[in-house]
Nanobody, 120 residues
Framework: EVRVEESGGGLVQAGGSLRLSCAAS????????IAWFRQVPGKEREWVSC???????HYPDSVKGRFTLSSDNDKNTVSLQMSNLKPEDTAVYYC??????????????WGKGTLVTVSS
């Protein structure tokens, strides 16, 4: 059974940094992609980073240069280092996993989320 669980959320001032971690298990690392999404209540979920099944990383323009993914060799721990945080980064952040995904679309396995609050 594939499982993902987020940790590391909290309150940070604008301009500060925060590191989120995703503990993932139950899959073969070469086959799976791990992604981070975020969602603000009342708004659509937004993709913020992707560690594809081929090992490549992808970021949307909204976080490129500020957010960085890192992973152990087995993708059992995938971290999202967030820097120069802005109040608009405030959201619940979710980790997700999917098999054979090159761009982290249609993720199949989701964590419960961790809240990140950026104060101005």
């Amino acid at each position: 059974e594939v499982r993902v669980e987020e940790s590391g959320g909290g309150l940070v001032q604008a301009g500060g940094s925060l590191r989120l971690s995703c503990a993932a298990s139950g899959f073969k690392s070469d086959d799976f992609a791990i992604a981070w999404f975020r969602q603000v209540p009342g708004k659509e979920r937004e993709w913020v980073s992707c560690l594809a099944s081929d090992g490549k990383t992808h970021y949307p323009d909204s976080v490129k240069g500020r957010f960085t993914l890192s992973s152990d060799n087995d993708k059992n721990t995938v971290s999202l280092q967030m820097s120069n945080l802005k109040p608009e980064d405030t959201a619940v952040y979710y980790c997700a996993a999917a098999q054979f995904s090159l761009f982290c679309g249609n993720m199949d396995h989701w964590g419960k989320g961790t809240l990140v609050t950026v104060s101005s």
